[in-house]
């Protein structure tokens, strides 16, 4: 039979590897949730982000709204301006006026010229030979039309440089 110390040193040693297993084990468990917590941060982190993202796409989102009416109510303005002068031609060009002032095939070409940006080309005939079928009031309304598309696009590029300075914020932007 074993000697009562030997069965003590077992035992001892038995107990000794059971605490190291079981400090080991909970280390384990330790470090474990230590980096899951760690993991936790970050995606908290993240989330934070993107919620501070989308809250200033929202906030912006709403003003937007503002700038399109004002953009949809200016466009208005112009267009129903445009309408009025369409309609008054007739009274500041009269027909006497188109008999008058032959527009002269060199006068539209220039013109078309001018109105598709690029260099006119050198005239077959005749600059000043009168344009078959193009009445001096027929130029004002097509000038009128031109203005009014140019007065358009000028109130949208406004609109959107009031917008894009109302999405920079002040400590961006330059002196």
């Not at 690029?118 to 203005?147: C, H």
């Not at 009014?148 to 932007?173: F, H, K």
């Amino acid at each position: 039979m074993p000697s009562p110390r030997l069965i003590a040193l077992i035992v001892l040693l038995v107990l000794l590897a059971a605490i190291g297993g079981g400090a080991w084990w909970q280390e384990h468990r330790v470090s474990t949730a230590q980096a899951a917590a760690t993991k936790a941060k970050a995606d908290l982190g993240a989330v934070q982000n993107e919620l501070a993202g989308v809250q200033a796409a929202l906030q912006a989102a709403q003003q937007q709204p503002a700038i399109i009416t004002q953009y949809v109510d200016r466009v208005q303005v112009v267009r129903e301006a445009a309408r009025v002068i369409a309609k008054e031609i007739p009274v500041y060009v009269t027909p006497a006026a188109d008999a008058a002032c032959p527009v002269t095939v060199g006068f539209v070409r220039i013109h078309d010229a001018a109105a598709a940006g690029r260099a006119p080309q050198p005239p077959p005939g005749d600059p000043d030979a009168p344009a078959a079928g193009v009445a001096l009031s027929a130029v004002a309304d097509t000038v009128a039309g031109n203005y009014e598309t140019c007065n358009a696009i000028r109130e949208q590029l406004t609109s959107l440089q009031e917008w894009v300075g109302s999405e920079i914020p002040a400590t961006q932007a330059t002196p």
